[in-house]
């Protein structure tokens, strides 16, 4: 009887031993599916969950070899001494080119007599991060405004740095726009000010005393990333979590619109109220600013996943899964929206409208464009730009 207890427990325990290594085996061959067939691969700069479903296999391939790029560089932000701006050191890599300015591009050229420039500010979004070249929207508003303007020399510099806003995009126009001999600066802007906001309350940057490291924004540094644990860096458990968000926005919560937007406590809508002022107040100051310099401005107040009509599936998660971790920001966001009303002096444009009626995937992430998206925004810009340029280049040639 005895013996037949022994023999039943180091079955037990065997079987317990069999079912763990199982699952070892299983979680091992899993992490190597996704390591090495999909777009989990590179778990040190991982593309987001939501890219794996909206970027076509080839447009995959261009943002794993971007993030490549980037993280190879290193240390690439830096900070100017002296002054709020921070922007990229000059570096080349087969996905981008920062030159001696500190932007993506090559090195500006003396100006050609039949030229008309223009500096197109912003954050990765204006950068285009994960994008080719041809996808970003500079390139897009460029070939666009060429088309209408044969006769001219059309040149958009992408100004594009990850995580800037508006406070620190107009003193780098400021900064730089003489010597790049801009005829127009051109503003992108609202998503770090209206996300920083919210977080941190409408606060003023301190300047740089050095050349300070600055954050990355969302390309993560090599060195943070080697001491996370392997759990943390594991593709399963990557794909899981991101899962479990997903299929948790969606079953969390009903699927009414106004479900996804609790209503805001008195002291952030008073937040959002400020911040519009602020905004406004800056774009009429460095209008006027840069207007003695000779150069136009545009400033395109920019489109937003809570204000898009209407939403794909994916992005229907996006705005539930944004209520479950931080409770408040949509309808923040919207109250910012709402705010901003477009004007002439100086030039706003409120892009809130832009995807309207766009079934697909257009915020990957929340945030980020897809490359269609980006086609899209920067077409859409082009075509607000053309009646002013007409007008502008009516006035230069009397």
Request: charged share 30%; with cysteine.
């Amino acid at each position: 009887m005895k013996k037949s207890k022994r023999i039943d427990r180091i079955r037990s325990l065997k079987g317990i031993f069999i079912t763990l290594l199982s699952l070892f085996v299983l979680f091992a061959a899993s992490e190597f599916v996704l390591r090495t067939f999909t777009s989990f691969g590179d778990t040190l700069n991982n593309i987001e969950y939501y890219a794996s479903i909206s970027f076509s296999e080839d447009e995959m391939k261009t943002a794993m070899k971007a993030r490549e790029d980037l993280a190879s560089i290193g240390r690439r932000v830096v900070g100017v001494p002296g002054t709020i701006i921070y922007r990229y050191k000059k570096a080349r890599t087969e996905s981008f080119n920062f030159n001696s300015f500190g932007f993506r591009g090559e090195e500006p050229q003396k100006k050609e007599k039949n030229e008309y420039r223009i500096g197109l500010y912003g954050d990765s979004r204006i950068l285009g991060i994960y994008l080719a070249e041809k996808n970003t929207i500079p390139f897009v508003v460029q070939k666009r405004l060429q088309e209408e303007f044969p006769d001219r020399k059309i040149t958009v510099f992408n100004i594009g740095i990850e995580g800037t806003e508006l406070m620190r995009e107009i003193p780098f126009a400021e900064l730089e726009s003489e010597n790049l001999e801009l005829d127009m600066a051109l503003f992108y802007s609202g998503t770090g000010d209206v996300n920083y906001s919210f977080e941190r309350g409408n606060i003023e940057h301190p300047p740089f005393k050095t050349e300070e490291d600055v954050v990355q924004g969302v390309i993560e540094n090599l060195d943070a990333d080697k001491k996370k644990s392997f759990f943390q860096r594991s593709a399963v458990v990557k794909v899981i979590k991101e899962a479990f968000w997903s299929d948790s926005a969606q079953n969390m919560v009903s699927f009414e619109k106004e479900d996804g937007f609790r209503p805001l406590i008195p002291e952030f809508e008073a937040r959002a109220d400020e911040l519009v002022a602020k905004l406004k107040a800056r774009m009429k100051k460095a209008s006027d600013l840069l207007a003695a310099k000779g150069i136009k401005t545009v400033f395109v107040f920019s489109t937003f996943l809570q204000s898009k009509e209407f939403w794909s599936s994916t992005e229907h998660n996006l705005i539930y899964r944004n209520e479950i971790a931080v409770p408040g920001l949509n309808s923040y966001v919207l109250r910012c929206v709402e705010g901003m009303s477009e004007s002439e002096d100086p030039v706003i444009f409120n892009h809130s409208y832009v995807f309207d009626g766009y079934s697909d995937t257009m915020f990957y992430d929340g945030v980020h464009f897809t490359p269609t998206a980006s086609r899209i925004v920067g077409n859409d810009v082009a075509e607000r730009l053309i009646p002013l340029l007409k007008e502008y280049l009516k006035q230069e040639s009397n």
